[in-house]
């Protein structure tokens, strides 16, 4: 018998003869090995050209996920790759269909408004198949200077444009920090040494800075306390759950509602901050949904969303509102950005931190082993690739887990120290960096911008607490019992996605 033996021949460029090329963006494996696959081996097919991967010793491939992961949690060996869903035909030399309609894969003709409205109407699913901002054929168009006026509307060409055309040297440099997922006594401590009284922007108020909150685990009391204490808080969904594709591919607009909408209510019944100040959402692992996830925002009367992450980019770029196409590519790998327009939307876009080369969004995924000087030139020079330019906001994007890492703290404490003493950085919230944007006011007026300003009356009923309830619930969800500390009353059961009120449903 004669064993089947596939010749690989490289050419200069590296690739591999002899395996067929899929070129849908993914890995694959060699659709064409009979009997028993080498689960480690992947390829890639760019501009026609077959290149060969392997994952390091003991891991296979995971065809789904696309990423290489211990074997006993790989179930797709036997596949070779994703079919990918047949394309519509929405260029052809002649025209398929008449005016208003467009062509399905199989060259059926439907209403062009079925194309990416995230329904499947063409049999082969082809009308959905399509839709990033580029292609939809719905999408709006590019920005459009003369009817795209603030406070409403912000766009340009490239995304680097400053609002109200000011100077840099009129524009205060905002640093926006962000804390993502659950505040605690795990990290309540960090946080009150970051936000000391004594920290205070130019015009004397203190600095501020904005919290995107998950559920579990989270202490209320304290959440509450954040916001009277002039941070804002916004939505990181309720169970911040796995798989990180999910979020894109799977979650639909019930889903998006659950998870944020019913995370605005558990922070407005446990907290106590009213509904219309909970603004922003941030997807877990930042995998934005899509026109899903925007939809739902638009229902629900969210103003921002601060899930992308731009390409780099030096001058870095401005956030912008939804009206027209995002001016960036939409970054990152099985990213589906909103391909429709979302009049009045803003995207708090995030420029990723470069470092030596490698860029990342949240710190806490950026090269770690540096020494103080090199974390602290890390801070220095992204900040200056702002403040030098056109002063786009700069944002810096945390777990605390970074914190956990004494000398991390220590740097970043000292790199505050140093931003604050300039008379043009001010540390604000996103909601207050849109503030700015909607009515764009010179650094000589900045310190009479009312938004900036000291002041937050809070109503007497909404003071946090010193005292606060500490409930011990059941949680059918999590299997178990959770903690909740709360000012106001305690639920009857742990609140999850379906109960945000954390009612007893009697039988």
């Given at each position: 018998s004669s064993i089947l033996s596939i010749e690989i021949d490289y050419d200069e460029t590296g690739a591999v003869e002899g395996v067929p090329c899929i070129s849908n963006g993914k890995f694959y494996r060699n659709p064409e090995v009979v009997g028993i696959r080498d689960c480690a081996k992947?390829?890639?097919?760019?501009?026609?050209?077959?290149?060969?991967?392997?994952?390091?010793?003991?891991?296979?491939?995971?065809?789904?996920?696309?990423?290489?992961?211990?074997?006993?949690?790989?179930?797709?060996?036997?596949?070779?790759?994703?079919?990918?869903?047949?394309?519509?035909l929405f260029s052809t030399e002649s025209p398929i269909c008449p005016e208003g309609q467009l062509a399905c894969a199989d060259k059926k003709c439907l209403s062009r408004d079925l194309f990416c409205d995230g329904q499947t109407d063409c049999a082969d699913e082809s009308d959905e198949s399509l839709c990033d901002p580029e292609n939809d054929p719905n999408?709006?168009?590019?920005?459009?200077?003369?009817?795209?006026?603030?406070?409403?509307?912000?766009?340009?060409?490239?995304?680097?444009?400053?609002?109200?055309?000011?100077?840099?040297?009129?524009?205060?440099?905002?640093?926006?920090?962000?804390?993502?997922?659950?505040?605690?006594?795990?990290?309540?401590e960090i946080y009150q040494k970051v936000f000391e009284s004594n920290?205070?922007?130019?015009?004397?108020?203190?600095?501020?800075?904005?919290?995107?909150?998950?559920?579990?685990?989270?202490?209320?009391?304290?959440?509450?306390?954040?916001?009277?204490?002039?941070?804002?808080i916004a939505i990181h969904s309720i169970t911040h759950k796995h798989p990180e594709l999910w979020w894109t591919f799977n979650a639909t607009i019930e889903d998006w509602f659950d998870e944020f909408a019913g995370m605005a209510n558990i922070v407005n019944k446990f907290a106590g901050i009213p509904l219309d100040e909970l603004r922003g959402t941030r997807v877990p692992f930042l995998r934005v949904g899509w026109n899903t996830q925007f939809i739902m925002m638009r229902e629900f009367g969210f103003l921002?969303?601060?899930?992308?992450?731009?390409?780099?980019?030096?001058?870095?770029?401005?956030?912008?509102?939804?009206?027209?196409?995002?001016?960036?590519?939409?970054?990152?790998?099985?990213?589906?950005?909103?391909?429709?327009?979302?009049?009045?939307?803003?995207?708090?876009?995030?420029?990723?931190?470069?470092?030596?080369g490698h860029t990342c969004a949240m710190i806490d995924s950026c090269p770690t082993h540096l020494s103080d000087e090199e974390v602290f030139n890390m801070f220095m020079d992204n900040f200056d690739r702002h403040y030098k330019t056109n002063r786009a906001p700069f944002?810096?994007?945390?777990?605390?887990?970074?914190?956990?890492?004494?000398?991390?703290?220590?740097?970043?404490?000292r790199f505050l120290d140093e931003l604050i003493k300039k008379p043009d950085v001010y540390f604000?919230?996103?909601?207050?960096?849109?503030?700015?944007?909607?009515?764009?006011?010179?650094?000589?007026?900045?310190?009479?911008?009312?938004?900036?300003?000291?002041?937050?009356?809070?109503?007497?009923?909404?003071?946090?607490?010193?005292?606060?309830?500490?409930?011990?619930?059941?949680?059918?969800?999590?299997?178990?019992?959770?903690?909740?500390?709360?000012?106001?009353?305690?639920?009857?059961?742990?609140?999850?996605?379906?109960?945000?009120?954390?009612?007893?449903?009697?039988?």
């Open positions: 992947y390829y890639w097919c760019p501009r026609g050209k077959v290149l060969e991967f392997r994952c390091s010793s003991g891991l296979w491939f995971d065809i789904e996920r696309q990423i290489c992961d211990f074997k006993s949690k790989i179930d797709n060996c036997a596949k070779s790759h994703d079919a990918s869903t047949p394309r519509p999408a709006p168009t590019r920005c459009d200077l003369g009817n795209c006026t603030l406070p409403d509307c912000f766009c340009s060409a490239d995304g680097t444009r400053i609002p109200g055309d000011l100077k840099p040297e009129e524009t205060p440099q905002m640093i926006i920090l962000t804390f993502d997922d659950a505040v605690n006594n795990e990290n309540w920290r205070t922007n130019a015009n004397g108020c203190p600095i501020r800075s904005t919290f995107f909150l998950s559920h579990e685990y989270t202490n209320y009391r304290h959440v509450q306390k954040l916001w009277n204490d002039g941070h804002e921002y969303d601060s899930s992308m992450v731009a390409p780099k980019s030096d001058p870095p770029l401005w956030p912008y509102t939804l009206d027209y196409r995002i001016p960036h590519k939409c970054h990152g790998t099985r990213q589906k950005c909103p391909s429709r327009s979302f009049p009045g939307m803003w995207e708090m876009i995030m420029n990723p931190l470069d470092i030596e944002g810096i994007y945390f777990h605390t887990i970074w914190f956990k890492e004494k000398q991390n703290f220590r740097v970043f404490l604000v919230t996103n909601y207050q960096a849109i503030e700015w944007m909607r009515t764009p006011t010179p650094l000589s007026q900045v310190n009479n911008f009312e938004p900036w300003g000291c002041k937050k009356t809070i109503d007497p009923n909404l003071v946090a607490c010193n005292h606060p309830r500490l409930c011990k619930l059941h949680s059918r969800h999590l299997k178990g019992e959770r903690y909740l500390h709360t000012c106001f009353e305690c639920p009857d059961v742990y609140p999850w996605v379906k109960n945000e009120f954390g009612l007893e449903f009697k039988k």
